[in-house]
């Protein structure tokens, strides 16, 4: 019986889950350990909006289990020492050198992790992967065990996590399925058995799926390829509107409504964005190569290229439509996180096409309720274009979104937050620069309503 849990990796992924754990078991001590101590100490703060991870609910689920039997530290030794199950909820970025750069996934933390809790232990350990990983890792961590433990017997798991940012309290605490890879050994079974009871103590046993360790990790690796894949097919469709005539929100509502498709995942955008995705398509891209299967590489990577032009063709019609110049022009952006509810940037479609409107010499001001300035400069300090002395003059990030908009020549809506809504355009409008646009990427605001105020309105996937 799983009775002491360590989890490494105290990010977006940990923190929510061993949360949620530690909320619902309160037998079981949960300790997350991350090396970031930072982000320990963000866990811990007394202030319980200051938490490092921004997600509706999470702050009253940790509110509630930490001190009692959830704990924070940068003790990794010693809660791998103590705990009977770990999981390793580390990040595995795409790789940015050597073979693979820029598709495979970087497994250098994982490894790290796997060869820390081989020195480590002294115990008999039951080793999770919660991670989104490459199929047959666990094969990998399960050598690094074994050759350089301490002759104790460590059964690796596959229990990936299917929660979405933004609704990850919700999505743990009912979650459609919790998926269980073991190997088929008595050993393995046991062990799925003991992970099984864990999660039992909330989730109906109908939704506990059990499988072998490959078909757990390549099932979280397609779940995400098509979802993404939905998203560039709606967004494809989102282009041929705008030509047509055609409005999105009717084509997707139409094709929603038919029950072997469902509703869904068919929200056109300005492009995915999030840790998962994009990273875990050229993942499958890359194993796909690596096996020799070219159609099938091609084939998955196509969501990712239309996702990429999703992202240009939005920032070349901002500039098309401000008569081909935007150079000194301000354009404010309003959201920068991937989507609405998180403080999460990674991959943000705001980044590129703040990246492309740089390129073209605009001034941009940033608004987000929940993202810091010093993350967005750090965003785009990353992409390498430019000085991060040149992002910081060409850029200002504020904390009012009236503020952000005053003497703008247009307003492109990044994020789907939910306090776009709400504003007051009439105002925003009179304090703009004439003629006023508004570049619509997630199909947020009413665009009858903006016209008759006297906004040039363009919503992507509505064609005119
Ligand atoms: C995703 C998966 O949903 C989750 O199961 C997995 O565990 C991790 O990856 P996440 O990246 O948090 O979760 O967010 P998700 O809600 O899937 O959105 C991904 C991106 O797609 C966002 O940028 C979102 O705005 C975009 N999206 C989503 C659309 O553009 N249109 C849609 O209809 C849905
Ligand atoms: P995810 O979205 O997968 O949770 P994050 O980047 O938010 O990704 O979180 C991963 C966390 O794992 C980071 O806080 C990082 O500091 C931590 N981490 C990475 N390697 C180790 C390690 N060897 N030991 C402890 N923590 C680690």
Redesign the pocket.
């Known amino acids: 019986m799983i009775k002491n849990i360590c989890c490494i990796g105290a990010g977006y992924v940990g923190g929510p889950t061993m949360a949620v754990i530690a909320n619902k078991c309160p037998d079981i001590k949960v300790h997350v350990v991350d090396l970031n101590e930072q982000r320990i100490a963000d866990w811990n703060a007394d202030d319980f909006s200051k938490l490092p991870v921004y997600e509706p609910g999470l702050d009253e689920v940790v509110k509630e289990a930490r001190g009692r039997n959830l704990f924070f530290s940068t003790k990794v030794d010693e809660a791998i020492q103590e705990a009977d199950a770990i999981f390793i909820s580390v990040n595995t970025p795409t790789k940015t050198y050597g073979v693979g750069k820029g598709m495979a996934a970087d497994l250098k933390y994982i490894e790290l992790c796997a060869r820390q809790i081989a020195s480590v232990a002294t115990t008999d350990k039951i080793v999770i992967e919660k991670s989104t990983l490459p199929v047959r890792t666990a094969e990998a961590i399960q050598n690094i065990l074994k050759n350089t433990g301490n002759g104790v017997n460590f059964e690796v798991l596959s229990n990936p ?6 609704t990850a309290v919700n999505d743990l605490m009912k979650p459609d399925r919790v998926l269980i890879g073991g190997s088929e050994t008595p050993e393995g079974q046991k062990a799925i058995e003991a992970l099984v009871a864990v999660y039992a103590n909330w989730v109906p046993k109908e939704n506990i799926l059990t499988t072998n360790v490959w078909s757990s990790e390549l099932s979280k690796l397609t ?2 390829a098509f ?1 993404a894949q939905r ?1 560039s097919s ?1 967004n494809a469709l989102s282009e041929l509107c705008e030509h047509t005539g055609a409005d999105i929100n009717e084509v997707s509502r139409a094709i929603g409504t038919d029950s072997r498709i469902g509703p869904k ?3 056109a ?1 300005v492009g ?6 994009q990273k875990d398509i050229l993942n499958l891209v890359y194993i796909s190569k690596s096996y020799g299967l070219t159609e099938v590489a091609d084939y998955w990577e196509q969501v990712i290229i239309m996702n990429d032009h999703q992202k240009r063709r939005f920032a070349a019609n901002i500039v098309k439509t401000l008569y081909n110049t935007v150079s000194g022009k301000e354009i404010s952006l309003l959201g920068w996180a ?2 609405k509810d998180t403080n999460d940037t990674r991959e943000s479609a705001a980044i590129y096409v703040c990246d492309e409107l740089l390129n073209e010499r605009a001034n941009i001001r940033v608004y987000d309720p929940k993202v810091s300035a010093s993350k967005v400069y750090t965003d785009l300090d990353y992409l390498d274009t430019r000085s991060s002395e040149e992002n910081e003059s060409l850029v200002s990030v504020v904390n009012d979104p009236y503020e952000s908009c005053k003497g703008a020549h247009a307003i492109a809506i990044m994020t789907e937050w939910d306090e776009f809504k709400t504003y007051d355009w009439q105002k925003i409008y009179e304090q703009m620069q004439k003629p006023a646009f508004i570049f619509d990427g997630r199909n947020l605001l009413d665009v009858p309503k903006l016209e008759a105020i006297g906004f040039k309105v363009y919503s992507i996937g509505i064609g005119k």
Do not use: I, T
């Open positions: 996590e299917f929660l979405a940012e933004g779940a995400n979802l998203v709606v995942f068919l929200k955008s995915f964005g999030g840790s998962c995705f991937f989507k």
